[in-house]
């Protein structure tokens, strides 16, 4: 746990150089547009700790698998998240000497990640070797309006001196992914070709043969004047660059201004790549520098609009969500079907494959409540698009028939992970795929999805189900064997609830999905049934003979779901009785002695309780949250968020809160020593969770927004917006009564508590908060 | 399966090259004297198929551990068998022309294995491209009697020419591990040194730093009379080589005898390494070849007066038993009690570390029977020497006061193996080395060990259980939770039968010898209980608890032992039901898939039934037997035996015998297709096992030995020698009667069936043999 960054509404801010946090600082500080992001790396040269990292949506690399014991069905490659041309680099001398904040002296350093309008800047006094001073200012984005491109401004004043200043801006692909498996580089050059101010490179991906152009364009201003300048090329392997030598005076402001894009070939024709990127950056910087920031600062204030959530009374978490808010932004935008939201965004390369079940259990639900209805679609439809290669992928697993297994991560739909009892097993993947369509339907009502794309998903996950239970005949039921739940610290057991529960909510699902096709629009329901090969009575029968006879996991004496069979077998001990010098088991413990034990990584039953909350009196939900809370060490970034909403629901407002903070500033604070890595993206979405569902209380049931909402104690307000359907609200909620602001859209109903209310089109309804009913 | 090897009751014979078998005749051919070893590789320049591998006992490489996905406690690095020097080596070029069978045409080849006196030979006629013909005759052997050395003769003549002879014999240390996880070569070279036909390379393993010299001598013959040369040194990194110039006329016979020693630092000062092997080879040399190879026949002969095995009337079982024997004494000698027996002996370096369960479970009833006591006694101390490592292992699972587990593979005590669940969770074996012991107490009555070695053991295996199980409230008696039994077709399941009832008899066996040495020695037991920090109160008193209150799984409906809990929710198949297509399953099926597959590796609860046989009435073995061996795929080669012996006790010969065949010619046929990689060495214990347990009956109760033996139908009769304390007995069965010959000893009583009969030393008793009630 660090606390070196400033507090700050909308800013994250460090003050002072701190170099042994570096490459955290670079992960906080990392910007992104949904097509192509970096690190907070330095422009200029920098010999110190950094992890340098260029990041283009959708390309990677399909590494050669490398593992101590080969098991049949592991993936033999798997793809990787690329680390990319860099396209920031300046090097800068003065007078010879190379500026290296390594090796020189540093003051006044301050670098601001500006959430509100969307830039990096960067500030310093630098005294060289020879006691030459400069003072140095940078400003960087990664354009949201133009989206292929970035562009950044570095300005230079020598304070003490006049001489010779070479700016040599570049575009460096020889880079290399830190965690390659053999030690290669990925990429081959292409093309390389320069111009006055001006240089291109064309990389292509070994094996998946991606190509992606980069180029870079500069001018140079002097005291915010443009400046003729003579620019000498360079050329090397995977390197263009252009040197320009400036004589500088003492107080004069020399700043190179640089545009760049990243072109790949996923969104042109190859032959097209060269000439686009030549007209790319002829176009912004036609618009100029200026204008681009400008249009940046607009968008990312109109997003905050419909994204933000205020928080009175505490800078810190203020300063903590919107950090979360503005990641998930900058990670997805939800505009190309082929993108998912990485676990580390554009801020590192640490885990191989783009996507997770992260994305169906807790992104969605934010770019539903944040972003129009289009967003959580296309994260839909990317995985009808990869059903093909779920089919195929269950058929390494002796699955057959139509039967799908989406891959545990995966970029292009094949599995990327190989621990056998995590890609094989950890299947409730699966239904969390499933649960996400009926989300999207529930939240958006946008029904015409299900026949569209939606069915022929949900049917291949049923099918997998189908197959993957089998008959007991010891228990008269179906069982499902060998199964790895969402906590991953019980590996290959027998009937995890969770699994079980939402299989079988997945035969319901395919069904009541098949007969709302068949009621409502037959010819593509008959067209369905011919894709598809679906035999309804066969199929359908087995589906309803499972849900009527699955096992599922329960002591009736203790009023719980079991997590799996055994799991009373277990020493029962609760977190708080371990001692600190055990924590975190993870790395304290062998992997045999945490899965013996009854500690629990993040929520299994109670996701379960979570997703299918109304199935549950609150009665058992307490029992349950009672039983398993305890024995969680919430090991997993995506744990508190889960435990948040359900104490929020039962009342528990203290633990809510204290588990909303376990993950609202776990990356600015460095919380698991990891952050340097890059940023936990996906368990942001589950931090916004914990304040919409959680201290909002809001739920969609029967196509009506229900909110119970709390301050946390330590709050004055919080305020969120939301698109519902066609209306953008803002729920104000303070101790007193909760406000409800229809900012856009018609007249809406409203459930608070047990009470409904009108909310009339741009008027707003206030509602005082008692002790509300738990509901 | 392949079936190119000659049958023939004393010899392996290769008639014809199989250039495309080749690395199969070279495991099957391998030789080896206990200390030293290598495959049956060409002495001459070979570019075709080949695995070139030489090896020294206790000689190994701590490799840094490759895995996928690191979990806590693994090992950071494991100890892998080293490929050693080639010391066979010569280069044979005959007017410029190097003989290389991969380049010439080769005609009468013929490599045969003598097992009755120890060596390997091999002739053939090569014609060159030149169109020179020669005939060669090579024969090699690893000394048994002077075990630091080997020697071979090679001999040529040209047929149908005179020319020039060039013979380079040379020693090559620049030697690669196949298997090295990161491409690294273990050995840097100390020193190298010429003399007149001598030469010496001393290496030195990275890491552990063990030295080794290998050194050579070798003179010269031509048509059988010694004769005088010149000898032109070569050296080069860790290479040394002596060239000879001769001049050669066709019909002559010109032989190379070459002696050569492998000296370890594990037996010598290093400082005395270099001049110890100049005397070793002074003193060999001085003995002669053909002394040598008399003395190899005459120990060989000696050793298989009390080691054979005698089948008459089928030539392939009589060679495959003779095969597994001649293997087994060629791996280990018993005399080194730092020594071990690798799963691949000295004939490859398939898998790191040397030890496995198979030792105690598989290995020691073979030596026991077969050698003096000493030997398998020293293989007992192995372990006790390991004690120290093995508590160190089990406190990095977290156990502590003197808890011990042995590693699932090792070398020196350290873990070798690195998949969570078999390193962390096989711990079974614990129960095999406690067992071990007992196996031998009852079998030599050797009670002494108890006190001098086998309590600090037994204590140390007992206290790891203890502490493995643990108290379930829901049961309300000991589980054991998250272990793999022996069949590795289940992982991480819980109170496996198997592990849960050898546990509980390792708590009681403990206490007995306690008891024992307490009531016999009380000055040891004293020391013992101090030297061991023992609390005899509440330890004994847990342990008893524990006995007391196992939960032991089992159907009673059924009457079977439960394989682990949950095991009848599982489709239950049988594996005549599988189709060929499928199997093995290891190869055609996902890991998922075997785990949740009824399906069983290899003897599991039988496994069990087969160590206690003596706790279970015929009837419960039987029903055990009836409900799992269907299910069994016997992917594993230790798997048959225990089957064959059950199976005989049934009385179910035919089946008996057909699991018998399964592993007897497993290397000889290839019949998995991986002798290749090196011989199943350990597997071939299993074997005889089933010959002298299964066939024979032999079982030791009450310190007498008991027979219940059977003729398979497809043979006349069969005979086995096996020593039984001071008497050598050799047993003869035909299916008429059984002949007990008492060659060596006192007089004894014999049990055979249900009666006891007296055998007066040096006489035999014959009973007859009709339809015998099962014991």
Redesign the interface.
């Given at each position: 746990m660090k606390n070196y960054l400033k507090h700050d509404e909308w800013c994250i801010i460090e003050e002072g150089f701190h170099r042994e946090y570096n490459e955290i600082t670079e992960s906080v500080c990392s910007l992104g547009n949904g097509r192509m992001g970096q690190r907070g790396n330095f422009e200029e040269t920098f010999t110190g700790k950094t992890l340098q990292g260029n990041y283009v949506a959708g390309v990677y690399y399909p590494d050669k698998?490398?593992?101590?014991?080969w098991?049949?069905?592991y993936p033999e490659y798997f793809a990787k998240v690329l680390n990319a041309a860099n396209w920031i680099g300046i090097k800068v001398e003065i007078d010879g000497e190379e500026l290296d904040l390594n090796r020189c002296e540093v003051a006044d350093f301050r670098r601001v990640l500006n959430m509100r309008e969307g830039y990096l800047e960067r500030s310093f006094i630098a005294t060289l070797a020879s006691g030459k001073q400069i003072k140095v200012y940078t400003k960087r984005f990664n354009s949201i309006v133009d989206d292929e491109s970035g562009a950044l401004s570095y300005s230079i004043t020598p304070l003490n001196f006049d001489g010779k200043l070479i700016l040599t801006p570049f575009i460096d692909g020889d880079i290399k992914n830190k965690d390659a498996n053999y030690d290669e580089k990925f990429w081959d050059e292409i093309h390389r070709e320069t111009a006055f101010a001006e240089g291109y490179i064309e990389l292509r991906t070994k094996k998946t043969g991606f190509h992606v152009v980069t180029g870079q364009k500069f001018e140079i201003l002097q005291d915010g004047k443009s400046v003729d300048f003579q620019s000498f090329p360079i050329k090397a392997e995977k390197y263009v660059a252009s040197q320009v030598s400036l004589d500088v005076i003492s107080g004069q402001e020399t700043t190179l201004i640089k545009y760049a894009c990243n072109l790949s070939s996923e969104n042109y024709a190859i032959e097209e790549l060269l000439p686009a990127a030549k007209a790319y950056l002829a176009k912004v910087s036609a618009k100029g520098y200026d204008k681009m920031l400008a249009e940046q600062a607009e968008k990312w204030i109109s997003k905050w609009h419909i994204n933000d959530i205020v928080i009175e009374g505490d800078v810190a978490a203020q300063q903590g969500i919107r950090f979360n808010i503005f990641q998930l932004n900058q990670t997805y935008s939800g505009e190309d079907a082929r993108l998912n939201i990485g676990p580390k965004g554009f801020t590192g390369e640490k885990y191989g494959g783009s996507t997770y079940w992260d994305t169906e259990a807790y992104c969605i639900p934010f770019y539903m409540a944040t972003s129009d209805a289009q967003v959580a679609r296309n994260l839909l439809v990317y995985r009808w698009k990869q059903l093909g290669r779920a089919i195929e992928n269950a058929g390494?697993?002796?699955f057959k028939d139509g039967a799908a297994l989406y891959p545990m991560v995966t970029m292009n739909g094949e599995e990327c992970h190989?621990?056998?009892?995590i890609t094989?097993?950890e299947i409730h993947r699966n239904g969390a795929i499933a649960y996400a369509i009926y989300d999207y339907i529930n939240y958006t009502d946008d029904k015409s999805y299900l026949a569209e794309y939606g069915f022929e998903v949900l049917l291949g996950i049923a099918r997998f189900w189908a197959q993957r239970v089998?008959?007991?005949?010891?228990?008269k039921q179906y069982?499902m064997?060998?199964v790895t739940g969402p906590n991953e610290y019980e590996?290959?057991?027998?009937?995890n609830w969770y699994t079980s529960y939402i299989a079988v909510w997945c035969l319901k699902y395919a069904k009541e999905v098949a007969e709302y096709i068949k009621s409502t629009d037959s010819a593509r329901y008959a067209e369905l049934v011919d894709v598809l090969n679906l035999n309804e009575e066969a199929e359908f029968g087995k589906f309803q003979h499972i849900i009527d006879n699955m096992y599922l996991a329960e002591d009736k004496e203790l009023g719980i779901y079991l997590q799996q069979?055994?799991f009373?077998?277990?020493?029962?001990i609760q977190v708080k009785d371990l001692a600190a010098s055990e924590r975190p088991i993870?790395?304290?413990?062998?992997?045999?002695?945490i899965?013996?034990s009854c500690f629990i990584k993040q929520a299994d039953v109670l996701q379960g309780i979570y997703f299918f909350e109304d199935d549950f009196d609150i009665d058992t939900i307490r029992r349950n949250y009672d039983f398993y809370e305890p024995m969680t060490v919430h090991e997993s970034s995506l744990s508190p968020c889960v435990h948040s909403i359900i104490a929020a629901k039962l009342g528990d407002k203290p633990r809510s809160y204290e588990f909303y903070q376990r993950s609202a500033r776990l990356d600015l604070d460095d919380y698991n020593n990891d952050t340097e890595d890059g940023l936990h993206i996906t368990s942001m979405a589950g931090t916004w969770m914990s304040v919409i569902k959680g201290f909002g209380g809001m739920r969609v049931r029967g196509g009506q927004v229900h909110l119970n909402p709390f301050v946390p104690e330590n709050w004055k307000s919080f305020a969120f917006k939301i698109r519902f359907r066609n209306n953008i609200l803002n729920i104000i909620t303070t101790s007193d009564n909760v406000t409800i602001e229809n900012l856009e859209g018609g007249d809406i109903t409203i459930n608070v508590g047990t009470e409904a209310y009108q909310v009339k089109t741009a008027s707003s309804v206030v509602v005082a908060l008692g002790e509300t009913e738990l509901v």
């Open positions: 698998t490398r593992v101590g014991w098991k049949n069905g390494k697993l002796g190989n621990e056998w009892e094989f097993e089998n008959w007991s005949i010891a228990k069982v064997l060998g590996n290959n057991v027998n009937n069979d055994g009373l077998d277990k020493e029962l993870n790395q304290k413990w062998s992997w045999d002695r899965l013996r």
